[in-house]
């Protein structure tokens, strides 16, 4: 009983140690909220994805209705680490299709290696680095820039009476058709170290037991 009491603790070390491992890699972070005066909007869908040449991987994926801040949201991107990548991030209206009142900000939007700020999101919509683009529900291609109401702006809220740094809106189109609205953030990220990370995640647990794969 001993020793698996010792074996069950060791695993339990080994995966806090890996998260902190992790939390030392390249992460995505960001508070989302609805504006003030949002409350009968039926939610908004915010997506990440990371666009790697041909490859296109989804990384965050989060509906939000609440006229309040979430707590910090992030992703990882560790993966990409040494790479020239191209951030895309869509706003999404409900199920329903209705847009109106989907106010969505998205407050002090960040990637960061080892705590270090690698690309300010915020900074970049106000600087008008982003590139926009649209696409409407049925159609196959995008269509560039920005069309039927959808914008990318800084908007410092309020979201339940509090605002973020850099917060911006990203309304998805509305007048006349609907879909989703698109901005791009070319960056290239750091490379980082996960050596660490790499050898803890070679051990699996069966039962108490620990091995090496």
């Not at 560039?144 to 809106?169: H, I, Q, R, T, Y």
Request: charge should be negative.
């Amino acid at each position: 009983m001993v020793k698996r009491l010792f074996y069950v603790s060791l695993v339990l070390l080994l995966s806090f140690a890996a998260s902190l491992a992790w939390g030392e890699g390249i992460e995505l972070s960001l508070f989302l909220g609805m504006k003030d005066g949002s409350e009968n909007s039926d939610g908004v869908t915010v997506i990440f994805a990371i666009e790697d040449g041909g490859n296109v991987t989804e990384v965050f994926n989060q509906n939000w209705k609440e006229q309040k801040w979430s707590d910090m949201l992030t992703a990882d991107l560790t993966n990409w680490g040494g790479k020239t990548i191209k951030l895309k991030l869509a706003t999404d209206p409900g199920e329903a299709r209705n847009t109106g009142w989907d106010w969505i900000l998205i407050g002090d939007a960040k990637v960061s290696a080892k705590g270090t700020l690698v690309y300010d999101i915020g900074q970049a919509v106000a600087d008008k680095k982003a590139s926009l683009s649209v696409i409407f529900d049925g159609d196959n291609q995008e269509t560039a820039g920005l069309l039927n109401g959808a914008n990318c702006d800084l908007d410092p809220g309020p979201v339940g009476g509090e605002s973020k740094p850099k917060s911006f809106m990203q309304h998805v189109p509305w007048d006349g058709k609907v879909g989703n609205t698109i901005s791009r953030y070319e960056m290239t990220l750091p490379a980082v170290d996960t050596t660490a990370v790499d050898g803890i995640g070679k051990l699996t647990s069966t039962w108490g037991h620990v091995k090496a794969n």
